[in-house]
């Protein structure tokens, strides 16, 4: 196998206002994400097609197959201690400054300190598994936070990541932590896009990520109750599902699964009917793939709901948020890092966020079957492409640059007149003199040190 391979299998794992009666108008939403005067997300998704899938299907899977083999190179990963893991993720966020220019509501949907505190939150459910924080700390002078839910896994930690309902006002932020065990990273790989039962009529036009879905609805089955109970007890009107990285994929599932069951009168979510659901996430990668056949009028406006209450914040060259769907920029960030692996591994450094040594020594080996067939790579990269971001992408250039706003429209958009597409932002090569995977882990925690609080603002 080539080096770069290894790349996808690090970069795969690194991991809208609201309304007090219903969820976002998306005609009138300033976060609307896809929305135009006319068009739906789900219109803008299928209705500009290049007309080019099949050649470009098969161009990106022959340069993702010429970037096998990392074996031998992959044995030399030395495994982090949690120490090291700990002084890594410190001097990470010690090194890195707030954003210079917070994204607006009209961005994100939700007010400044809703924004950060979902940050906060993530960052935080990091550090307490982790052992870096004994315990969440939430609330600052001005806005008082409190957690209603923590469930850090206990003896399940090491397959399922902690889940944290946290309070605020009338709205409640529901989290999931993202990569650290080596199974969140198979279930970052669990790329099978899934039919869900729990979105009742929209299932077989509606698939999500299959790994992560198992995921959110482990936790939301088991903690239904309390989350509904304290909802009602509380008066709250909108849900934020987050995460970050993995966990991001999580919330955009969460999100929709949530909206679908407030939908369906024989869900008991359907108490909620009146409270708005929407998700902010972090770094995450693409989760949702739309049928377009057979999709009734129904269907189009839950799909266009979800666009409509969606964001993603983004960071520079993060190559997660491109899987699975952006194949072009992935194979641009595996040449980029190609050329720098084997010095990397040979110094002996230790990079932050990794998972242990057998995990990257299998899931090389799985890697190199796969890329041994072309037609099977490319029929895998053909079903990638389908996968797309909902909603809003806010994406930074550099922590002083003014966030951008733009929207995906898939992978084979024409982008006619439509330059604030997410695929019309092509991968920069970090230039000479630099190591491309230095820029990794600090690209990919960007979006959380970019606006979570400092830690003398909490308590």
């Not at 969460?254 to 008991?268: F, G, K, N, V, Y």
């Not at 049928?291 to 799909?303: A, K, L, N, W, Y």
């Not at 797309?388 to 951008?404: F, L, M, N, R």
């Not at 995906?408 to 597409?421: L, R």
Request: aromatic share 8%; charged share 20%.
């Amino acid at each position: 196998m080539k080096f770069a391979s290894v790349v996808v299998v690090v970069a795969l794992s690194l991991q809208l206002p609201a309304s007090s009666t219903a969820f976002s108008d998306p005609s009138s939403s300033p976060s609307s994400g896809g929305w135009s005067s006319s068009w739906g997300w789900f219109d803008n998704l299928f209705g500009d097609r290049s007309g080019t899938e099949d050649e470009e299907t098969e161009a990106i899977g022959e340069s993702l197959k010429q970037k096998s083999g990392i074996s031998e190179q992959a044995s030399k990963v030395k495994d982090p201690t949690p120490e090291q893991e700990a002084a890594n993720k410190k001097k990470l966020q010690d090194e890195s400054p707030n954003f210079t220019h917070m994204p607006t509501k009209a961005q994100v949907g939700v007010d400044d300190h809703i924004a950060r505190l979902a940050a906060t939150l993530n960052e935080q459910l990091y550090d307490v598994s982790l052992g870096v924080l004994d315990g969440f700390a939430l609330s600052t002078d001005d806005h008082e936070a409190e957690v209603v839910v923590e469930d850090l896994k206990g003896i399940f930690e090491p397959t399922n990541p902690p889940f944290a309902a946290v309070v605020c006002g009338t709205t409640m932020i529901i989290g999931w932590r993202g990569s650290t065990t080596p199974t969140d990273w198979l279930n970052d790989f669990a790329w099978s896009p899934c039919s869900n039962i729990a979105l009742g009529p929209h299932a077989k036009n509606v698939k999500l990520q299959g790994g992560m879905t198992s995921l959110a609805l482990n936790d939301l089955a088991v903690h239904q109750d309390t989350l509904i109970a304290e909802c009602k007890k509380r008066g709250i009107r909108e849900i934020v599902t987050t995460g970050h990285s993995l966990g991001g994929g999580i919330a955009q599932i969460a999100h929709t699964i949530l909206r679908a069951q407030m939908e369906d009168e024989s869900s008991p979510w359907f108490e909620l009917n009146g409270v708005n659901v929407r998700s902010l996430a972090f770094s995450a990668p693409m989760t949702t793939l739309i049928v377009p056949e057979g999709t009734s009028d129904e269907t189009r406006m839950f799909i266009d709901k979800i666009s409509a209450n969606s964001c993603n914040v983004v960071y520079h060259n993060d190559v997660v948020p491109r899987c699975y769907g952006y194949g072009s920029y992935m194979s641009d960030c595996l040449d980029d890092n190609s050329s720098g692996l084997g010095q990397y591994l040979l110094d002996g450094k230790v990079w932050p966020f990794l998972p242990t040594k057998y995990l990257v020594n299998s899931l090389a080996g799985m890697l190199e079957k796969m890329t041994t067939d072309s037609d099977a790579i490319k029929a895998i990269v053909g079903v990638w492409s389908h996968y797309a971001h909902p909603g809003t992408i806010v994406s930074y250039d550099s922590y002083e640059a003014v966030p951008k706003t733009l929207v995906d429209y898939g992978a084979f958009n024409k982008n006619t007149g439509q330059i604030d597409t997410f695929r019309s932002v092509k991968y920069e090569p970090v230039g000479r003199g630099v190591n491309a995977l230095d820029c990794i882990s600090p690209n990919h925690h960007a979006p959380l040190s970019g606006m979570e609080y400092n830690n003398d603002e909490l308590h």
